[in-house]
């Protein structure tokens, strides 16, 4: 199994940016699939969550922000992040099975 995570970048406080995820060797349509974030100092957390069947679960302090969705078709999944704000800074991986793809960086100015 790999995940490949992809962009992350530079942006001002009220952006957005979307991660991208896309997977290979495992059966995506059936995986529920995760996002977590690592920000500087702080533990690893779970942001967001997919379920096989479209249902998802959100991070308190990301709800109304961020959305968690997967393209079966193109194996990839996505977090749109919008409003974003500085304590959103963080490397964020995405996650199946104990399976973890290279993180993405994430920096928020303010």
């Known amino acids: 199994v790999q995940l490949q995570a992809s962009g992350g970048g530079l942006v001002q406080t009220g952006g957005s940016l979307r991660l991208s995820c896309k997977a290979s060797?495992?059966?995506?349509?059936?995986?529920?699939m995760n996002w977590h974030r690592q920000g500087p100092g702080k533990q690893r957390e779970l942001v967001a969550s997919?379920?096989?069947?479209?249902?998802?679960n959100y991070q308190d302090s990301v709800k109304g922000r961020f959305t968690i969705s997967r393209d079966n078709a193109r194996r990839t999944l996505y977090l749109q992040m919008n409003s974003l704000k500085p304590e959103d800074t963080a490397v964020y991986y995405c996650?199946?099975?104990?399976?973890w793809g290279r993180g993405t960086l994430v920096t928020v100015s303010s």
């Open positions: 997919i379920a096989s069947s479209g249902s998802t």
């Open positions: 060797g495992l059966n995506f349509a059936i995986a529920t």
């Open positions: 996650e199946t099975r104990d399976t």
